[in-house]
């Protein structure tokens, strides 16, 4: 029974806006995502109550329930280790520093499930989240465009001090790029999926490659090199495995090319940004050739990489614990005290920090779980005859996720409030999608 009456229109609504809410959150700041976070969970424990827990757990599910055990677990043994090694630090950050934080980690198990839920029984309106996608997303452009031009954006925020690169409304946090390239793509399966009736969708020829370039520039002029490699790879494999995208494929190259020769030729910031980027990349190679991590010359990340490896060997059955990395990578026994770069906060690839946070044995977990959602999302959906098959809407999430997972790529921390809400929110979407016995997309 419920808490408090109400209809079944308002909970759609309700709970499709707490979760259209999230892209807006992630530009107002890890504080209002969290908001954001814990309101959604609590609503849905105050209506649905022991509901909320009785949705049928997949393999996915259990897997997922035993990877935050082994957090929990993790974090309290390594409070007692780093206790017992080092009382001073131990009192400096507390005695149970690590295992608040796996306690408090917990809050994305349960977001995953209240999706999950939400999902199942047909309470979410996905409309609502793709077109907040694509409105934030164009919002996001539109504000480096300004700060591009008038040297500040429309909340005052300038650029970085180089210059080379532009953060629009995240102000120093350089991450615009990032936040395009995640989440406009449901710009592109908006229009098909919710506005296939209307003009929007008669003219979409016209309105595609506009907006292509919109968000071609605003990855550009923001600096940020990854995103917009990322970027690329995940249009491509939409245009590969879509069919109905193909269309597009010399278009997109040809705008694609032409874009990015003007920028390169006319803007010296850009230019400057990718020769930059090519010359690491080739200083990268002469590294791994070499195996001469401590030179001068040698870039940080890959410093930040190596440090990875002594760090794990300290853990490497079950982990350091959360956010631990920064510890024990000054403790290692092969660290260089007369070298200027020790250690950094994480080592800035999702599977190395799986490994030195949850050790081995986290790894398997997540490998395990990846593996199992590209089979229920991707292989089923492309190389199977499923019921889901002819769901669209599940599209955007499957490439989202597995250019999430991508393995060869510098990345923010793993266990950081933005980066763990967006692969949490793809994830429970796409497994919810997928997991259902047929198609949603009429519905909406």
């Given at each position: 029974?419920?808490?408090?009456?109400?209809?079944?229109?308002?909970?759609?609504?309700?709970?499709?806006?707490?979760?259209?809410?999230?892209?807006?959150?992630f530009i107002a700041g890890n504080l209002i995502i969290n908001a954001n976070i814990i309101i959604l969970i609590m609503s849905a424990v105050l209506l649905y109550r022991s509901q909320l827990f009785s949705i049928k757990y997949f393999h996915i599910d259990k897997l997922l329930f035993i990877y935050?055990?082994?957090?929990?677990?993790?974090?309290?043994?390594n409070d007692i280790e780093i206790r017992q090694a080092n009382v001073g630090y131990?009192?400096?950050?507390?005695?149970?520093?690590?295992?608040?934080?796996?306690?408090?980690?917990?809050?994305?198990?349960?977001?995953?499930?209240?999706?999950?839920?939400?999902?199942?029984?047909?309470?979410?309106?996905?409309?609502?989240?793709f077109i907040i996608c694509s409105l934030s997303s164009l919002f996001v452009c539109f504000d480096?465009?300004?700060?591009?031009?008038?040297?500040?954006?429309?909340?005052?925020?300038?650029?970085?001090?180089?210059?080379?690169?532009?953060?629009?409304?995240?102000?120093?946090?350089l991450i615009a790029g990032g936040y395009i390239q995640r989440f406009s793509?449901?710009?592109?399966?908006?229009?098909?999926?919710?506005?296939?009736?209307?003009?929007?969708?008669?003219?979409?020829?016209?309105?595609?490659?506009?907006?292509?370039?919109?968000?071609?520039v605003g990855i550009i002029l923001s600096g940020n090199r990854m995103p917009f490699i990322l970027y690329l790879i995940l249009l491509s494999l939409v245009v590969l495995f879509q069919q109905q995208t193909r269309k597009f494929f010399f278009p997109f190259i040809i705008l694609f090319s032409l874009i990015f020769l003007f920028a390169f030729n006319f803007n010296a910031k850009v230019k400057n940004n990718f020769i930059n980027f090519y010359g690491q990349i080739n200083k990268m190679q002469t590294v791994l050739k070499t195996n001469n991590f401590e030179s001068r010359t040698t870039p940080l990340y890959l410093k930040e990489f190596h440090s990875f490896y002594d760090t794990w060997l300290m853990n490497k059955y079950l982990g350091g614990g959360?956010?631990?990395?920064?510890?024990?990578?000054?403790?290692?026994?092969?660290?260089?005290?007369?070298?200027?770069?020790?250690?950094?906060?994480?080592?800035?690839?999702?599977?190395?920090?799986?490994?030195?946070?949850?050790g081995m044995l986290g790894f398997f977990i997540v490998i395990s779980?990846?593996?199992?959602?590209?089979?229920?999302?991707?292989?089923?959906?492309?190389?199977?005859?499923?019921?889901?098959?002819?769901?669209?809407?599940?599209?955007p999430f499957i490439f989202l996720f597995m250019i999430e997972i991508f393995p060869f790529k510098s990345t923010g921390s793993f266990f950081t409030t933005g980066n763990t809400t967006y692969?949490?929110?793809?994830?429970?979407?796409?497994?919810?999608?997928?997991?259902?016995?047929?198609?949603?997309?009429?519905?909406?």
């Open positions: 029974m419920k808490l408090f009456s109400t209809t079944e229109k308002f909970e759609k609504n309700y709970f499709s806006c707490l979760i259209a809410l999230l892209p807006i959150s935050f055990a082994l957090i929990i677990f993790t974090g309290i043994y131990s009192d400096f950050v507390g005695s149970y520093h690590t295992s608040i934080k796996s306690f408090l980690f917990l809050k994305y198990l349960f977001l995953y499930l209240v999706i999950r839920f939400l999902i199942q029984n047909d309470i979410l309106n996905l409309k609502i989240f480096i465009f300004f700060q591009f031009i008038y040297g500040k954006d429309i909340f005052g925020y300038g650029s970085s001090f180089s210059g080379r690169k532009l953060g629009g409304p995240f102000g120093d946090e793509l449901f710009t592109f399966f908006a229009i098909p999926l919710f506005f296939r009736d209307t003009l929007i969708n008669k003219y979409k020829n016209f309105i595609v490659p506009i907006l292509l370039s919109i968000f071609l959360l956010k631990n990395f920064r510890y024990y990578c000054h403790v290692r026994d092969n660290i260089d005290k007369d070298i200027k770069f020790k250690c950094n906060m994480h080592p800035h690839n999702y599977y190395l920090e799986i490994l030195t946070e949850t779980i990846i593996l199992l959602v590209l089979y229920v999302s991707f292989y089923k959906k492309y190389f199977s005859k499923l019921a889901y098959q002819e769901n669209n809407i599940i599209i692969l949490f929110l793809i994830l429970s979407i796409l497994v919810g999608l997928a997991k259902k016995d047929i198609s949603i997309e009429n519905k909406f």
